[in-house]
């Protein structure tokens, strides 16, 4: 994905850095369960999900203490529960799934160098989140349609998103449900949003298709932070009725503040 | 029905922490999974259930809607009516309001406001797509038919572009109040959060070729581990 959805550190005590830390490595660890070269597909997004879906059902952790090539010194703390396996799957399935979108797309030498590299473990992924996989793929399919036609309607592009990211919110469909697919479904719309609004400038330049390039006036990120703010509060309001508490402050420091840090300061290039 | 702050045994002026904290521990004490063909436990789990439901959604049956209520402040969100989970379901309340029909309203007009009356929101869309002159009734019955249909951010657009156009609409305003509403919510649940642009541009978590080959390489990952 996009590594929007990550946490703002200075404002992290010690203690939530640890917890945060240990949660990434974890899920990086379950990411090497999937096939050692699933590691590369590391996300700090799909980190989120897995403090999500812990803090949400608090199935039983494994912690430990590990060293790994970045840091061969020093062992590395982690922490891992069955939500850092599913939201490694779903890290998997996402990135061999996007892999095989850019090669169909303009067979660039990346996607079609590593794609195979993530077949298999990305089928099994598959096999064992059908619903999922399915949405991914459906989303993604959507989403080239609406690049073919050169569509400027940014809302259903970025519905595309949110409709593929509700899907990977709902791990277990229970009464958390909804709540879940709300979730995701703004934070898919946020994502997509800014990173149209981000990349904006350079896909003109190289004449790449984005959804705003038709948009009338001075396209700015400080002209969209409003629709921003709804697109997050969609995910908020539903966040803030999960009956969260382990680790409830890291989660709001990614979703208040965290999902920000790639905006731009103040007023300034597109 | 019983009290839902009673069920969930905390006082009304409970915080959002020790609902979510009481909520928690109830239900696990009263799992199904841990208490297996219990029919008293699947009775006490579904009264849990509901309580929380009924404190997070403001139907809580007393006027004052709990200390809880105070805190949340849900904009134009929630729970709606029809069943689902929609922040954005503000709107079914106002319908009846579309009804009204200004004598001088051109044929588009009226028909996309009868074709949102129903909901039947891609339709009024094509309507008003026939319609040449955009003044602030057009503006505005497209922000309600794009926001029916979905299409949040043109909603919100075309809301502020009716009541630029006719400052003195209540109605225009009204709904541009309410869409607004939802990032107000937002802003206020994240109060005491640093909101401003961090300035980082596009973050680059691993994507890089040279991290990748590092990593394909090395076969190990965690380049970013913080």
């Known amino acids: 994905m996009f590594g929007y959805v990550i946490a703002r550190r200075d404002a992290l005590g010690p203690e939530e850095v640890r917890r945060y830390r240990g949660c990434y490595c974890g899920l990086c660890r379950a990411l090497g369960d999937q096939g050692r070269r699933c590691r590369f597909t590391l996300t700090y997004d799909l980190a989120f999900l897995a403090l999500l879906e812990s803090s949400l059902y608090e199935p039983p952790e494994r912690a430990g203490a590990r060293r790994c090539l970045p840091h061969p010194l020093r062992p590395q703390p982690f922490w891992r529960t069955e939500a850092t396996d599913y939201a490694a799957a779903m890290n998997v399935l996402l990135s061999y799934e996007k892999l095989l979108d850019d090669r169909r797309d303009d067979g660039s030498l990346r996607a079609r160098l590593l794609a195979p590299l993530l077949r298999a473990p990305a089928e099994r992924a598959a096999r064992a989140w059908p619903r999922q996989a399915e949405a991914v793929r459906s989303a993604l399919g959507r989403l080239a349609d609406l690049e073919r036609a050169q569509t400027g309607d940014l809302d259903a592009a970025a519905a595309s998103f949110g409709a593929l990211m509700a899907e990977l919110f709902v791990w277990r469909r229970d009464r958390w449900e909804e709540p879940l697919r709300a979730l995701g479904d703004g934070l898919g719309r946020y994502i997509y949003t800014l990173d149209a609004l981000l990349d904006l400038g350079e896909d003109r330049e190289k004449g790449r298709y984005n959804p705003l390039s038709a948009a009338a006036g001075d396209v700015t990120p400080q002209r969209f932070r409003p629709a921003l703010e709804m697109l997050l509060g969609g995910a908020a309001q539903a966040f803030e009725t999960l009956p969260l508490v382990q680790d409830v402050s890291i989660l709001r420091n990614v979703l208040y503040s965290g999902v920000w840090t790639a905006f731009p300061k103040k007023e300034g290039r597109t | 029905m019983r009290d839902p702050y009673e069920v969930l045994g905390v006082p009304r002026d409970a915080s959002d922490e020790e609902i979510k904290k009481a909520y928690r521990a109830l239900a696990k004490k009263y799992h199904p999974d841990l208490n297996p063909g219990d029919k008293e436990a699947e009775k006490r789990m579904k009264e849990i259930n509901d309580a929380y439901d009924r404190i997070k959604s ?67 869309l094509h309507v008003l797509s026939t319609v040449e002159k955009r003044d602030a009734r057009w503006y505005y019955l497209s922000a309600l038919a794009n926001s029916g249909a979905g299409s949040r951010i043109l909603a919100l657009d075309h809301a502020r572009r009716a009541v630029q156009l006719d400052p003195d609409e209540p109605t225009y305003q009204q709904l541009l109040y309410q869409l607004e509403n939802v990032g107000r919510a937002y802003q206020q649940f994240g109060r005491g959060y640093d909101m401003t642009g961090g300035g980082a541009g596009k973050v680059c978590m691993g994507l890089c070729l040279a991290n990748l080959l590092c990593r394909l390489l090395g076969g190990y990952g965690g380049i970013y581990c913080c």
């Open chain 2, 58 to 124: 403001g139907q809580t049956g007393d006027t004052g809607g709990g200390a809880y209520q105070q805190q949340q402040s849900y904009g134009s969100g929630g729970y709606d009516p029809f069943g689902g989970y929609n922040p954005f379901g503000g709107f079914y309340g106002w319908q009846q309001q579309e009804r009204r029909e200004a004598p001088d309203e051109p044929t588009e007009l009226r028909a996309a406001r009868n074709y949102i009356n129903a909901g039947h929101y891609q339709e009024a």
